[in-house]
């Protein structure tokens, strides 16, 4: 059966971010009514939203009164998101106001219900605004982190509304599964994703195949799951996660120095990214020259730094659980799991997740298919399926292991 969703938005700039979103919930089959607030409107107007949700469009309980929308609209759905959340918004919501169609239907769906926030910094760290957001996740709603960047008018900081792709990913997530367990609330979590590069010159580089989409997943997951998750991200060509903070890096070297800070604190690590092993052993101030004999440059190589041994083997935290990827394809020396156990003693984590990558199946690929072996002995085997689904078992096997 289609679902129905309704999309609530509030008066702030980042309603016409709103658009893309309804986009993405319509083009995917679902039936959506969208409830814009009177000051939504000034924003972005009926039209829009009544062409692209093809539904008329009401913001005050007068509308269509025999039809009892107020009461009806909430009722039925089957998932609520509200984009942009403005301060005013989460207010009335948090007190149970029901002072137009959009607050009326908040108190009457009993459906999963996200909220994500855009505002000013100042008006998202007040504590008002704070003990709003606590109060509504209190009682079941799930409250999106704003992303930090730039904001209206020239200003930068916390308050941006999370890319609309990734608010779809989140709220499809909830529609499909509900309020993920918050199992992971006040647990700081660092992710590495995607691939190093290392520099021949200003425009070249050596790099790999890794897309980030792994990595993307264990950040999303661990977000949906109550964590504050450090997301390093080593040039990667996808949206941010919502509600994780995004560290850029290019080299492994950045990458070590990224992770190794966001570590000194961290409950627990996930090395999905693929860090270079090794980097050109000087990098040209000039771009290379072809020369005129028709001769090659010779590139001389050196070792990075393995990110994962060095903080595994000097724990910043004896009790962080560090989990790391084995990308494998099995040689004359072994299998890949003998080759896994073999990497999961010299790197000394505590958890590997060992992909087995003959064929190339996994890069870019929305499905991964993976062995968890534990320095403990477990062995946990993950059949063929998402990306995120793989995540959520790795996050199993970390939140096991902080109650043990
Ligand atoms: N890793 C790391 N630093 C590096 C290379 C890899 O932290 N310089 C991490 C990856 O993030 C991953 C794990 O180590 O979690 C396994 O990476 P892999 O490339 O498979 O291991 P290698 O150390 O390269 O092992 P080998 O080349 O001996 O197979």
Redesign the pocket.
């Known amino acids: 059966m289609t679902s129905r969703v309704v999309l609530g938005v509030s008066g702030g700039i980042a309603a016409y971010k709103a658009c893309e979103l309804l986009r993405r919930f319509t083009e995917s089959g679902h039936d959506v009514t969208v409830v814009p607030t009177a000051a939504a409107l000034e924003f972005v107007g009926a039209p829009t939203w009544a062409a692209l949700s093809g539904k008329p469009v009401a913001t005050d309980v007068w509308t269509d009164v025999h039809a009892v929308p107020h009461v009806h609209i909430g009722q039925e759905a089957d998932l609520v998101v509200v984009a942009p959340a403005t301060a005013d918004l989460l207010a009335r919501a948090a007190h149970g106001l029901a002072d137009d169609l959009l607050t009326s239907t908040l108190l009457t769906a009993r459906c999963p219900v996200v909220f994500a926030p855009a505002m000013h910094t100042e008006m998202w760290e007040h504590p008002a605004t704070q003990a709003n957001v606590a109060t509504l996740r209190s009682r079941g709603a799930v409250v999106v982190e704003p992303a930090e960047g730039r904001l209206t008018g020239a200003d930068t900081g916390k308050g941006r509304l999370p890319d609309p792709a990734e608010i779809f990913e989140l709220a499809v997530g909830v529609l499909h599964r509900g309020a993920a367990p918050q199992d992971l609330a006040g647990r700081k979590v660092v992710v ?1 994703a995607g691939g190093t590069r290392e520099y021949l010159d200003p425009v070249r580089f050596l790099g790999n195949r890794s897309s980030g989409l792994q990595g993307h997943a264990l950040a999303r997951a661990a977000a949906s799951r109550g964590a504050h998750v450090t997301l390093v991200s080593a040039n990667v060509s996808l949206p941010d996660p919502a509600g994780v903070s995004v560290v850029r890096v290019e080299t ?1 070297e950045q990458l070590r120095e990224a992770v190794v800070a966001a570590t000194a604190t961290a409950d627990a690590v996930v ?5 270079a ?1 090794f980097r050109p052993s000087a990098v040209s101030d000039a771009k290379i020259k072809k020369a005129d004999d028709g001769s090659a440059p010779a590139i001389e190589l050196v070792q ?5 041994a060095e903080i595994s083997h000097h724990r910043a935290r004896e009790d962080a659980v560090i989990v ?4 494998e394809t099995g040689d004359a020396t072994g299998s890949v799991l003998d080759l896994g156990r073999a ?1 999961l003693a010299r ?1 000394g984590c505590d958890l590997l997740v060992v992909n087995d990558v003959s064929g190339g199946a996994v890069f870019g690929s929305a499905d991964n298919e993976a062995v968890v072996l534990a320095a403990d002995g477990a062995v946990v085997e993950v059949p063929r399926g998402s990306k995120s689904a793989l995540a959520h078992v790795i996050w199993d096997e970390v939140a096991r292991r902080f109650a043990d």
């Open positions: 590495s492994t090395m999905a990214a693929a860090p092993d990075n730094p393995d990110v994962l790391g990827f084995a990308a990497k790197k």
